[in-house]
T-cell receptor
Framework: AQKVTQAQTEISVVEKEDVTLDCVYE???????LFWYKQPPSGELVFLIR??????QNEISGRYSWNFQKSTSSFNFTITASQVVDSAVYFC????????????FGTGTRLKVLA | EAQVTQNPRYLITVTGKKLTVTCSQN?????MSWYRQDPGLGLRQIYY???????DKGDVPEGYKVSRKEKRNFPLILESPSPNQTSLYFC?????????FGPGTRLTVL
């Protein structure tokens, strides 16, 4: 069965701290995509990153970085030097390429960055 | 600009009063889908459509209907809304590798 687990329901950090959001997935597909989305208090879903299953290189984009490890089926997201504007709910998602384009979302991690 | 639009953005209604939430995309995508978001449950897929006149149930289809008469539009229909359908709804339009979400519709059923 396909599944995405975000075990951290809520995390609170003080501004400028680094924080890592965990994402563990299950799939039988050999080809798949992993995503992170940010949902700020305004409610929209903001796309952050897509990673395909053949590319295990870590990625860094400004203060954001992603660590994809197939061996542990994890796709963790780190925010360096967090800011208050990073406060949001973050969702990890898995998309299989078996033809149904089905997306499976985790339950989200609420990040609170305190000034 | 690539866009998914939803209307209305906010709706308060009463039990049993039929309503439709519209969704439109301008990217010529074949695949569109509807999700609902509830606290602690993440986003769950209601229905999806692989192309015009091709729709199928997602994980939580009960109480909803959809239609796909044109490629760009994928309305969500609640024939007889109930309070347990109070939720935040997202429409999405997809290519093989990316999914674009609409801004969301916050529905309250009294």
């Amino acid at each position: 069965a396909q599944k995405v687990t975000q075990a951290q329901t809520e995390i609170s950090v003080v501004e400028k701290e680094d924080v890592t959001l965990d994402c563990v997935y299950e799939t039988r597909d050999t080809t798949y995509y992993l995503f992170w989305y940010k949902q700020p208090p305004s409610g929209e879903l903001v796309f952050l990153i897509r990673r395909n299953s053949f590319d295990e290189q870590n990625e860094i984009s400004g203060r954001y970085s992603w660590n994809f490890q197939k061996s542990t089926s994890s796709f963790n997201f780190t925010i360096t030097a967090s800011q208050v504007v990073d406060s949001a709910v973050y969702f990890c998602a898995l998309s299989e390429t078996s033809g149904t384009y089905k997306y499976i979302f985790g339950t989200g991690t609420r990040l609170k960055v305190l000034a | 600009e690539a866009q998914v639009t939803q209307n209305p953005r906010y709706l308060i209604t009463v039990t049993g009063k039929k309503l439709t939430v519209t969704c439109s995309q301008n990217m010529n995508h074949e695949y569109m889908s509807w999700y609902r978001q509830d606290p602690g449950l993440g986003l769950r897929q209601i229905y999806y459509s692989m192309n015009v006149e091709v729709t199928d149930k997602g994980d939580v289809p009960e109480g909803y209907k959809v239609s796909r008469k044109e490629k760009r539009n994928f309305p969500l229909i609640l024939e007889s809304p109930s309070p347990n359908q109070t939720s935040l709804y997202f429409c999405a339009s997809s290519s093989r590798t990316s999914r674009f979400f609409g801004p969301g519709t916050r529905l309250t059923v009294l």
